[in-house]
């Protein structure tokens, strides 16, 4: 063996002993004696990057690639220099000659990959690690960069099955298991991504992170101060991580404080500019906030980065009904073109026929633009049936029929005691698209009062009724032979999260609109509750309901789901208006937006409040908005949604006939 090469034998195995500053003496010694000497320059490189001195790496990288410079092993480890320096330009530069060199260099193809995603050029990203996994499909982490550049890309369902991939051939590996649980959960898979968090903290039990994920999965994006305080836990060891900027952002959406998820998405913009997920969850919290022109921006670079992101079209499409935005005719073909190529993932596809359908109804293009929210709601039908998650008709007038008979006349003779006399909460419910999101913003902007939004409170409380006291019984009837305690605990705790979204308000609105289903529940905790009932012309609700993308709402889904599930709503609330009429208001839509003034007058004085001007500038409430009208009700009232279902009178017939049955009065 030549002294040279016995040098080289002494450094490698100072590195694999940790002696970095051995092996680089010996490193400088060798190239000082044979300045020819290729893989010690090489080897000197790799030393100083880990040291952390990248210029000097980079100067002795080259000198190896000025003595052999057709190595593509030489080119790849410089471009790892660079992309360590943050420089993914030279990185990319120095990955591709390496492929010039060696087409079927792996390291080269996955570090290329990489590199192209940290700058943004995502499709390249996958072109490139698609062909690593082509040479070697055996290698783990090249499943893992691609599913997160899918993730990225918002291809969720093929990003989730490279994870299984990983997980299959690395079960032992904590981080894919994580991975797969971060990709469960954003698929709303919440009972599979807590298993794969569990699992990956059973591997490395101190992990920040993972336990994080595991805590902000059991808890559903409940409005729970320990997901904040687990979130900025984390924040505070990896201050600069992406993922958990955009979990932040989550976690306060789901409280309904949605200045504070904006802050942390433009946060997460800016540590990763070419993270299109990052900037159209930051552009849909600043529709939420008013802020269209911000949101305008951010979007447009969301599908400059990710061409095919359909959730980024349809937050455009939003705007574009309002008015605040026009689509260029590239985008519409690029649109058309993803759907006619068939390659895009079901999901997504249902996603972009909304925008579709969204665009050609502003432009009056009716037929067309039903045929494509047709088409979409087919889609989401396809996927229902292939999840098992269709709407169930007999099921729910089973349930109907169950409330009904329970909470009849007498038991609101004698209700069950313990229920607490507060006039906070105000519960604004109806159908979807009934003009709730226009009363509770006329209310909220009295200065006396605040809205929460639509909390899911009163659904998780019958929730926990059933689990907790009577495991055996379903709602209703876990409230037969409650005690007085348990009522009184339940309305408490319900009270002390609704305090917490207007501190010095009196009176606070809940906008759950499914709340019409438990109000004997909610009359039982809160016996001095106000319930405004927002009605509409059943066809515009219907129609809207249709043309809304409301995702896992399966009666939705079709116009005969959307009639069946309408008339049962219809029978339940003219049951309440039987057993307890004077503390429902009936607030019709149409009238509203007739006589705007006196029918908020009359609104407010049924909430108990005295009149504010205010009221009638609604729209000038800077107050983030969640709902499907958050864009609409930063307006002033305007008449053009109502009788809005003539334009697509020819295809509402199924709805009609749905609607009416055979013991309802006709629709004119």
Not at 26 to 48: D, K
Not at 217 to 234: G, L, M, N, Y
Not at 429 to 448: D, F, K, W, Y
Not at 508 to 519: E, M
Request: overall charge negative.
């Amino acid at each position: 063996m030549t002294l040279p090469n016995k040098a080289l034998l002494e450094v490698r195995r100072d590195i694999d002993a940790g002696r970095l500053d051995a092996a680089e003496e010996n490193c400088r010694h060798i190239v000082q004696s044979v300045p020819q000497q290729s893989e010690a320059w090489n080897l000197l490189g790799w030393i100083q990057c880990q040291q952390g001195n990248l210029s000097e790496a980079i100067d002795a990288i080259r000198k190896a690639i000025a003595i052999h410079p057709d190595d593509a092993e030489l080119h790849r480890n410089l471009g790892y220099v660079h992309a360590a320096n943050v420089d993914f330009e030279s990185a990319i530069e120095c990955y591709r000659h390496a492929l010039t060199l060696n087409p079927e260099d792996v390291d080269a193809h996955n570090s290329l990959g990489v590199a192209l995603k940290q700058s943004g050029q995502l499709d390249l990203a996958a072109e490139h690690l698609r062909e690593a996994l082509r040479l070697r499909p055996d290698i783990p982490t090249l499943y893992q960069n691609l599913a997160e550049i899918l993730r990225l890309q918002g291809t969720l369902d093929e990003a989730t099955k490279l994870y299984e991939q990983a997980v299959q051939i690395a079960p032992n590996n904590a981080a894919f298991k994580n991975g797969l649980g971060i990709l469960l959960q954003l698929d709303g898979k919440l009972k599979q991504a807590i298993a794969r968090f569990q699992e990956a903290l059973v591997l490395e039990p101190d992990h920040p992170l993972y336990a994080h994920n595991l805590a902000e999965a059991q808890k559903a994006f409940r409005t729970d101060e320990a997901a904040i305080v687990h979130c900025r836990d984390i924040l505070r060891s990896m201050p600069d991580s992406v993922e958990a900027h955009l979990n932040m952002g989550d976690v306060y959406l789901a409280q309904n404080d949605v200045q504070q998820a904006a802050t942390h998405f433009g946060r997460a913009v800016a540590l990763q500019p070419g993270n299109a997920l990052a900037h159209n969850k930051l552009a849909s919290a600043l529709i939420d906030l008013g802020d269209f022109d911000a949101a305008k921006t951010h979007l447009e670079k969301a599908v400059r980065l990710h061409p095919e992101f359909a959730e980024a079209y349809f937050n455009l499409s939003d705007l574009v009904i309002q008015g605040k935005y026009c689509f260029s005719a590239q985008m519409l073909a690029k649109i058309e073109s993803l759907l006619s190529g068939g390659r895009v993932p079901l999901k997504a596809a249902s996603i972009m026929h909304f925008a579709l359908g969204n665009n050609l109804d502003k432009q009056g293009k009716y037929d067309e633009a039903f045929c494509a929210f047709h088409t979409g709601n087919q889609i989401q039908q396809k996927l229902g049936e292939e999840f098992g998650i269709l709407f169930d008709l007999e099921l729910h007038r089973r349930n109907t029929d169950e409330c009904i008979a329970f909470f009849d006349a007498s038991y609101f003779d004698k209700p069950p005691p313990g229920g607490v006399d507060s006039e906070l909460p105000i519960f604004v419910i109806g159908m979807p698209r009934c003009g709730s999101t226009l009363v509770e913003q006329i209310i909220a902007s009295h200065p006396n009062a605040a809205t929460a939004g639509e909390l899911p409170e009163i659904g998780r409380l019958v929730q926990e009724l059933s689990k907790t006291h009577h495991h055996d019984d379903a709602f209703p009837h876990c409230l037969s032979n409650v005690d007085a305690q348990t009522i009184h605990d339940l309305a408490s705790q319900y009270l002390s999260n609704l305090s917490k979204h207007g501190k010095d308000s009196t009176r606070i609105v809940d906008k759950a609109l499914s709340n019409f289903f438990y109000l004997g529940f909610l009359f039982t905790l809160l016996p001095k509750a106000r319930i405004i009932h927002c009605r509409r012309d059943p066809m515009d609700i219907g129609l809207s309901c249709y043309f809304r993308r409301f995702g896992s709402v399966n009666w939705s889904w079709s116009l005969e789901s959307i009639g069946a599930y309408y008339r049962e709503y219809n029978r339940l609330m003219e049951h309440w208006s039987k057993v307890f009429p004077s503390q429902i208001y009936d607030l019709h839509y149409e009238k509203l937006i007739a006589d705007p003034e006196t029918m908020s007058r009359e609104l407010i004085h049924f909430c108990g409040l005295s009149w504010s001007d205010r009221c009638l500038e609604f729209y000038k409430n800077r107050d983030a908005v969640k709902t499907s009208s958050r864009i609409q009700v930063r307006e002033p009232i305007y008449k053009t949604s109502s009788g809005r279902w003539k334009n697509y009178a020819a295809h509402l017939e199924p709805y009609k006939k749905a609607i009416e049955g055979s013991d309802n009065p006709p629709i004119i």
